[in-house]
């Protein structure tokens, strides 16, 4: 809400917040209760009721919280917290950044840009839905106002920040390439210690008579056992064989396979391998135990490793963008998803086969060479489809074209809903013969066809796709910034199609121009 010189920011929707304070107070109390009456900390109503006055308390600050905008600057805290002042000299720019919850909600939240480069988000105002927009649109420009007024915006134009544009944070991707990463090495570590394991089970033999303790670990010994029952465990639940009076051992655990196989009263043959049951054999049914190869781990590692590409990617396009402004769209990392996925059909395969070294045989180097000249052109190619193209260098790069007989359907689209573009009804723009026309298809025929006006568009300049133009539009597109009779217009395509576009806007406003002085 605005009042005069002043914008208060609250909670809109309070009555649910003081449901879960009451429940908290309630579980406090009930904490205090249990324990007095105990006197014993570790219990369990004691620990849920402390839990539930903290999220109490969670939600008392959150009812409480208040920011308060006025000559002075941006002011904000709640009872249970310090106010916090920004002024307003010290406040570069205002903008509006959009958070994005599970199911794809959108949540607008408004940020302040400090001189110092530094980005600080306000609790208040929040729009959660469609409903809640108006107002959030309105306490938004009113602060705008008072910063316009009181302090010394560097620019009069409102940046949106959204998940694919460069003012984007990047901790997390890096957060999570890290941690890919270091997973990679981990399993790759594991690799050498998996093939020796493996590879000594598979070369054991008996233990021959007198042979010493210590060295009976790396033979197989037997011992026979009765089964004194089965204990068949869940999907994700163990498994377990008992076995009668506890002789050699208790129970093992095993496969659920492996369990389902052995019935009460069956007498086994136990082979024991490093300290460990290793095979049970019966009259009709043996459970050995599994041994990872060293294929499989490093299968593991360079998944992994490969899936770190992915937040590798989006680093890198973002340091490729960092000299555009924070609410400019920075290229799709698809590109190099496509390397990722291409690199992963022939380095899964070589590491699954070759884990602990690089293959001797001529078929592999040649199947690894190929891989890695595929790689290559690939990633080369990824590079120059993700490359920051501005409109200079689209419009000198594209050339001249004549024009087509017959219409041509080009995928364009106006952002804001006019007469001739009706609840943002058009999808194509077609060209040829007759005017321009907005059309909800992309052809053949002008069925639905709205005539453009191209009278009343006058080119204001042609930029990168923002935040603020919503993310239906795709990352490659260019925005042409029009002016249909005094009121702002975006028009949205492809930038060499965006350039034909606006070429033959000019040529049909030039023609229709010419009519009329001849007439």
């Known amino acids: ?217 790396e033979c197989l010994t037997t011992e026979d056992a009765v089964i004194a029952r089965t204990e068949v465990g869940g999907a994700k639940q163990p498994s377990r064989l008992y076995f009668a009076n506890g002789r050699p051992l208790d129970r093992i655990t095993l496969s659920r396979e492996g369990a389902q196989g052995f019935r009460t009263g069956d007498r086994v043959r136990l082979t024991w391998w490093r300290g460990q049951v290793r095979v049970v054999a019966g009259n009709h049914h043996v459970w050995r135990e599994h041994f990872t190869s060293a294929g499989s781990v490093a299968v593991i590692a360079a998944t992994l490793a490969l899936a770190a590409g992915w937040p590798a990617a989006r680093l890198l396009v973002h340091r490729r963008g960092r000299r555009l402004a ?29 884990p602990l070294g690089p293959p001797t045989s001529t078929g592999f180097l040649v199947w690894a060479a190929a891989g890695t000249l595929a790689t290559s052109g690939l990633f080369v190619l990824a590079w120059r489809a993700t490359r920051i193209r501005t409109p200079h260098e689209a419009a000198s790069g594209a050339a001249p074209r004549e024009p087509a007989a017959g219409d041509v359907f080009l995928a364009a689209r106006f952002l804001e809903s006019t007469d001739y573009n009706p609840n943002h009804f058009g999808t194509h723009i077609v060209l040829g013969d007759n005017p321009p026309a907005v ?43 029009l002016d249909d009779a005094g009121e702002p217009v975006r028009l949205a395509a492809a930038p060499t199609d965006l350039i034909r576009i606006v070429q033959a806007l000019d040529a049909a406003r030039a023609s229709q121009e010419t009519t009329l002085t001849e007439a």
């Open 1 to 217: 809400m605005t009042a005069g010189e002043e914008v208060i920011c609250r909670p809109p929707r309070t009555r649910p917040l003081w449901v879960f304070i009451g429940l908290g107070a309630a579980g406090g109390v009930l904490a205090a209760g249990r324990l007095v009456y105990s006197g014993e900390f570790v219990d369990w109503w004691v620990g849920g009721g402390l839990l539930a006055a903290l999220v109490g308390v969670a939600f008392l600050h959150a009812v409480t919280l208040e920011v308060r905008a006025d000559a002075y600057g941006v002011h904000t805290g709640s009872r249970l917290r310090r106010r916090r002042d920004v002024p307003w000299h010290d406040i570069a720019d205002l903008r509006v950044h959009i958070q994005y919850g599970r199911h794809g909600e959108e949540y607008f939240r408004v940020g302040m840009l400090g001189r110092d480069g530094r980005t600080r988000r306000l609790p208040l105002p929040l729009s959660v839905s469609r409903e809640d927009r108006p107002d959030f649109d309105a306490t938004l420009e009113a602060l705008r106002t008072l910063h316009r007024r009181h302090g010394a915006p560097e620019s009069d134009h409102l940046a949106v920040i959204s998940k694919r544009t460069s003012g984007r944070g990047v901790a997390v991707p890096l957060i999570l390439c890290v941690l890919l990463l270091a997973g990679a090495g981990l399993a790759a570590w594991f690799v050498p210690v998996t093939g020796a394991t493996k590879e000594a089970w598979t070369s054991a033999v008996p233990c021959a008579a007198g042979t010493p303790s210590a060295e009976s670990r």
């Open 326 to 354: 924070d609410d400019e769209v920075l290229p799709s990392v698809l590109p190099f998803l496509g390397v990722l996925g291409t690199t992963a059909l022939w380095l899964l395969p070589l590491c699954y086969l070759h």
């Open 439 to 481: 059309v909800p298809h992309p052809g053949p025929g002008r069925f639905a066809a709205r005539p453009i006006p191209v009278r009343r568009l006058t080119l204001q300049g042609v930029r990168r796709l923002r935040g603020g133009d919503g993310e239906a539009v795709p990352r490659g597109w260019h925005v042409a910034e």
